[in-house]
């Protein structure tokens, strides 16, 4: 569970904006997004190829700069 403890004089928004960094970087959203509904794992298996593929072609568009 991702906790901020607000700072002495810190305004509310400021601590918010530093709880939704901490919970992007620590990938909570997309862990809870992921786990709503049943994924089968060909799915699963789908989508990380897909996203494999993804970043081997980035990798080979930029390997040469």
Request: a positive charge.
């Amino acid at each position: 569970m991702s906790e901020v403890k607000l700072k002495k004089g810190e305004p509310v928004d400021r601590a918010l904006r530093r709880l939704k960094k901490k919970v992007d970087r620590e990938n909570t959203l997309r862990d809870v997004r992921m786990k709503r509904h049943y994924e089968k794992p060909s799915e699963t298996k789908r989508r990380k190829m897909k996203v494999s593929k993804f970043s081997a072609m980035l990798s080979a568009r930029y390997a040469d700069q």
